[in-house]
């Protein structure tokens, strides 16, 4: 006889794991018992005849259910206990190790099919099994039982506990969250007053009947609402433009399937794979020319976020519109989080939708659409949120002190770090908005909860920027714990973050980060740096040459104040006025017309702040081109940019200069771009010239400080840019560097709270005696 004790952390709850071991154990002849534990882990007793024990283990790792993920174990050697059968005991809560807290899961073929099909839950529209449906959406709290979910206000009938306590029913046995229409949640459609309109599958089947005839609707989801509209009628989405405030910001469309899809966008078998995926996010692929939808969902882009149903409430309705697709946006008021309760949504949503689809489970924990792209051939996260959250990523050491980490300020996200693990909040959002700002703390709490973060011996990780609102809340968690603060510049923690996920820990890097802006060591707007880069420091040796910023953030807002600022470093005021005259983006470009333009240009003898940013020159050349005069979204001008470019192989020439450190002459780089336009190159082509040569810039300058160096990686926000990663790498092209880029969490700022709490992290665990 053998016994033995496991312990296994990664995606072991929520997932069908209990009952699969169940089923192992059975089929090898072995006893003991599997339970869930405290920490999202699971535990699992086993005993039997030596060569039994060894054909479950084997079974084990080779047979384990499709979404599980074993990432730690322990194989202790056990006294056997002499039990005589094998059971999935009650969870543990007390009995704690750490795992991960299982994201939600779009809903599977199997249950889709008996939501089609002549069954019991035949238009059902929360169908779900052990596979499929929400988790980290519908958790109070760990171990994943149903009574720490929401569906704890929905007791199983007759028929769904026969099923649930049956050990043949592969898809049901053991699954915390499953219904029927005897004993689930069900769906109501209200007017803009609260009223009951109607209810169950009639509500679904009004709420498309008020789509097709051009009304609004808010829609609860899994980790909150959606707005839905029409996509085909131009009227429709002005209307949802100006109700929401969302000028020219892009819709999502949601379809009803690949074959809708590919009426949309151009489709390979990767993208589909992707679009398919059990995360299924918005992935953003190339539009047909030709799309059957209105041009006023993704204005000035070529480029359309599509995705599938992850519902079958979604689904459900979509079958049932005339045209299979529709808008589907996040459910919030302008600059705010998304709703994800009725009454906030009643309340928040009154004057975006004309009508509200909801049901009666709680959505308890909110989490955003996951968006993604492909840059370089290769997948790259823009927001980590539904089917990716609230996974974990493993780093190459073990942390000695625990790290919470407070992200940066816009589209963050925050982390906590333990052993040699780190993990992400979903999305937050912008946490200069009150809101999402309470948001960040709600959900660090959440994973300070969870995995019991002490507080009072861990490090508080937050960015440089002393303005920051995540900033100012580590200092108000580490002034309340005692704690110890680090405060982390913003483009060495893009770096570390793109380190970590490739394992390194013990080496030096050349650095790339390109982003809008990030405060820099010398209290300059920094964005377009080139670093010696390791877990322990930096050395900043590079970067776009710093331009002057007239108004400050109005250079933002109003990226023809950029470009006025870039080539006023070469032209005359004279010069100046006949170019914008001659491109014609003073009265489009600049509040007040001439009159701003000369304010600007005054500004520009005083001393306004200047930056290294990527996002600024790319905004510049933007405005331009006449692609995009103002910002009203975040990145709007570089994204509209980079949609609009058409690659050629004529390339600008680039300067290096030494100022100090090597530096990138943009404004050198503009004014080739400038007299290729005034020389009649097309828009398309010469936007495309300005972005390689960025990156061939920053490339450069990685090359000569690359000697002794294996690696050089490229983060940040603009480093999704295809064209900068095409300059950087055919400026590397025969260094030998591998170009490494981020893999599990957002280039952008969504990634920050990663390299924040990994270089905490990495100085805590240097520390240790």
């Known amino acids: 006889m053998r016994a033995l004790l496991l312990r296994l952390s990664g995606i072991v709850q929520g997932v069908a794991f209990r009952p699969f071991v169940f089923r192992v154990a059975r089929k090898t002849g072995v006893s003991g018992y599997v339970k869930n534990m405290g920490g999202s882990g699971v535990e699992i007793f086993v005993e039997g005849e030596s060569e039994n024990v060894e054909e479950f283990i084997r079974l084990l790792w080779e047979l384990k259910p499709p979404r599980a993920v074993i990432i730690d ?100 046995f053991h699954a915390q969250g499953i219904s ?40 609860k989801g899994v980790g909150g609402f959606h707005i839905a509209a029409s996509a085909f009628s131009d009227d429709v989405v002005a209307s949802l433009r100006r109700r929401k405030r969302r000028p020219t910001k892009p819709f999502a469309v949601m379809c009803l399937d690949l074959e809708v899809t590919s009426r949309l966008v151009s489709i390979t078998e990767e ?35 599509v995705f599938l149903p992850y519902t079958g409430l979604h689904y459900l309705l979509l079958s049932w519109t005339k045209g299979k697709c529709a808008i589907m946006t996040s459910g919030n008021p302008h600059n705010e989080p998304m709703c994800i309760s009725d009454e906030e949504a009643l309340s928040r949503l009154a004057g975006i939708a004309d009508y509200f689809l909801i049901h009666n489970r709680v ?108 900033t100012i809340l580590a200092e108000e968690w580490s002034r309340k714990t005692g704690a110890e603060l680090l405060k982390i510049q ?85 010069e100046l006025v006949e170019v914008f005259r001659e491109l014609n983006i003073v009265e489009s470009g ?68 030494d100022q100090g450190i090597h530096t990138v002459d943009t404004s050198d780089i503009i004014l080739q771009a400038l007299d290729l336009l005034r020389s009649g190159a097309p828009r398309g082509k010469v936007g495309y010239m300005v972005q390689q040569a960025l990156g061939y810039g920053l490339g450069l300058i990685a090359g000569i400080h690359s000697h002794g160096r294996r690696y050089v990686i490229l983060s940040g926000g603009a480093a999704v840019n295809e064209f900068i990663l095409e300059g950087v790498k055919e400026a590397l092209k025969d260094k030998g560097l591998e170009i490494l880029l981020p893999i599990e969490v957002p280039a952008g700022d969504g990634g920050v709270a990663l390299g924040q709490a990994v270089i905490a992290g990495y100085k805590a665990a240097a520390e240790k005696p």
């Open 490 to 574: 913003h483009h060495w923690a893009h770096l570390a973050a793109v380190m970590a996920e490739h394992g390194l820990r013990d080496e030096e890097v050349v650095g790339i980060a390109v982003d809008g802006v990030g405060y820099g060591a010398d209290g300059s707007a920094w964005g377009g740096e080139v670093m010696l880069s390791s877990l322990t420091g930096f050395k900043r040796v590079g970067c776009l040459k710093p331009q002057k910023m007239p108004g400050g953030d109005l250079a933002v807002k109003y990226p023809a104040r950029m470009l006025l600022a870039i080539l006023a470093e070469r032209l005359s005021r004279e």
């Open 73 to 172: 174990y322990s194989i202790t050697p056990a006294t056997p206990r002499g039990f005589t059968e094998f059971k999935i005991l009650e969870s543990d809560a007390a009995a704690y190790f750490r795992s991960i807290i299982p994201p939600d899961f779009a809903i599977c073929r199997d249950c889709l099919n008996e939501i089609l099909s002549e069954t019991r839950w035949r238009l059902y529209p929360f169908n779900s099994c052990a596979f499929c449906g929400p988790r980290y959406s519908m958790i109070y709290s760990i171990p994943y039982d149903r009574e720490n979910t929401s569906m704890r206000d929905f007791p199983m009938c007759k028929e769904c506990l026969r099923e649930f306590s049956d050990p043949e029913n592969d898809r049901r």
């Open 363 to 470: 959505i308890v924990n909110r989490v955003d659409d996951s968006v993604a792209r492909f840059t370089g051939g290769r997948v790259t996260l823009l927001r980590r949120g539904r089917g990716y959250a609230p996974r974990w990523v493993q780093i190459p050491f073990r942390v000695s002190r625990e790290v919470v980490a407070f992200g940066a300020m816009l589209q963050s996200s925050g982390a906590v770090a333990f052993d040699d693990k780190v993990v992400l909040t979903q999305f937050i959002g912008d946490v200069d908005e009150y809101q999402s700002f309470l948001d960040l703390e709600k959900y660090l709490s959440l994973l300070v909860k969870t995995y019991r973060i002490r507080l009072d011996s861990a490090v508080m990780a937050a960015d440089l920027h002393p303005l920051y609102p995540s």
């Open 180 to 219: 029927c229409p005897e004993c689930g949640p069900r769906v109501f459609l209200l007017d803009r007053s609260g009223e009951r309109v109607s209810d169950g599958v009639e509500a679904l089947r009004e709420a498309a009947r008020l789509i097709d005839s051009g009304f609004i609707l808010a829609l």
């Open 590 to 657: 600049l509040r007040r017309g001439w009159e701003e333009f000369e304010i600007a240009l005054r500004q520009l003898q005083g001393n306004p702040p200047r930056t290294s940013s990527t996002g600024r020159v790319l905004d510049a050349a933007s405005t331009m081109l006449s692609l995009c005069t103002q910002r009203t979204y975040e990145g709007e001008p570089a994204i509209v940019l980079e949609d609009n470019s058409t690659p050629s192989t004529e390339r600008l020439k680039v300067r290096i200069e």
């Open 271 to 305: 993208t589909a794979a992707l679009l398919d995926s059990p995360e299924k996010p918005i992935v953003l692929l190339p539009k047909h020319d030709d799309a059957p939808i209105s041009p006023l969902v993704a204005p000035n882009l070529r480029r359309l976020g």
